[in-house]
């Protein structure tokens, strides 16, 4: 494709929804790329803003088809995937693209087109991140336990695959993760300016102080006990807990 593809995966509630369109509101010619999806609306989204919410039957037709780039059964229960369209969308007008997707369909990106900018965000710890998620729960008129159980392990097993990621964030202050994310999509881009500096400071090779605690708040270990510039090929990360999903 004619523009850059970048891949954006991030623990649910982490706040990477928050994260990507505060930096579509801060890099002009980003374009989301908007997933077909088989579950149903939440709050406030609309079919063809958030997603393309449709049906098993018309998924399983699609993937048929052949006309997914990648596709993922997420929490074992529903379908989503990037139809092939949305980079020829994206590439007929000349746009980036920004794929918000799980690290199974990331992994299956990255395979496609190695060119493809990894990007994966933390929030700065459990405890945080099981916040946010009664937060935005609440907010939504939703409760549910189990379902928060369950995304906070799933969290731990997502940190697993960060070192297949070019970059690391940890969301802690929004306007500080903001900032980054903005400066790796014009380091990317080769865009003058001071962003080089902070962009290389968020690849997950560099192990920043912020990412090497937020690794060990979640009981994963990081490569060369974190210290900067570590080995980040994709074998060096292990979850105390011994359930990693490589
Ligand atoms: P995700 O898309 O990763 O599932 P959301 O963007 O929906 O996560 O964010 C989850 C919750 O956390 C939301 O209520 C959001 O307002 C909040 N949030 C996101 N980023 C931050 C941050 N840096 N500081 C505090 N709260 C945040
Ligand atoms: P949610 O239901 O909260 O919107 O999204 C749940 C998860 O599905 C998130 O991790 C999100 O990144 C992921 N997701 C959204 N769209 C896609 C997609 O097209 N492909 C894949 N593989 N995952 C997606």
């Not at 299956?108 to 945080?128: D, T, Y």
């Not at 960060?162 to 306007?175: E, G, H, P, S, T």
């Not at 997950?204 to 270990?221: D, E, H, Q």
């Amino acid at each position: 494709m004619a523009g850059i593809l970048f891949i954006i995966s991030a623990p649910s509630g982490s706040g990477k929804s928050t994260l990507v369109s505060e930096v579509r509101r801060l890099v002009e010619g980003l374009e989301f790329s908007i997933s077909y999806t088989t579950r149903e609306p939440r709050g406030s989204e609309e079919n063809g803003r958030e997603y393309w919410f449709t049906n098993r039957a018309e998924f399983e037709r699609m993937i048929a088809a052949g006309e997914f780039l990648e596709w993922a059964e997420v929490f074992g229960s529903n379908y989503y995937g990037t139809a092939m369209s949305a980079l020829e969308h994206a590439r007929k007008a000349g746009h980036d693209l920004l794929l918000d997707i799980d690290v199974q369909g990331a992994l299956q990106v990255m395979k496609k087109l190695p060119e493809a900018v990894s990007i994966f965000i933390l929030p700065p710890n459990p405890h945080v991140l099981e916040q946010r998620l009664r937060n935005r729960s609440q907010a939504e008129g939703v409760h549910n336990e189990a379902v928060i159980a369950a995304r906070l392990n799933q969290a731990r097993q997502e940190l697993m695959h960060l070192d297949n990621y070019k970059y690391a964030l940890v969301n802690d202050v929004l306007d500080q993760a903001a900032t980054e994310l903005r400066a790796i999509v014009l380091d990317a881009r080769g865009e003058d300016g001071a962003e080089s500096a902070l962009a290389a400071s968020c690849q997950t090779a560099a192990m920043n102080p912020r990412l090497s605690a937020a690794l060990k708040s979640f009981g994963v270990t990081p490569p060369n006990g974190g210290k900067p510039g570590a080995d980040s090929s994709g074998e060096n990360l292990h979850n105390a807990q011994g359930s990693g999903l490589r």
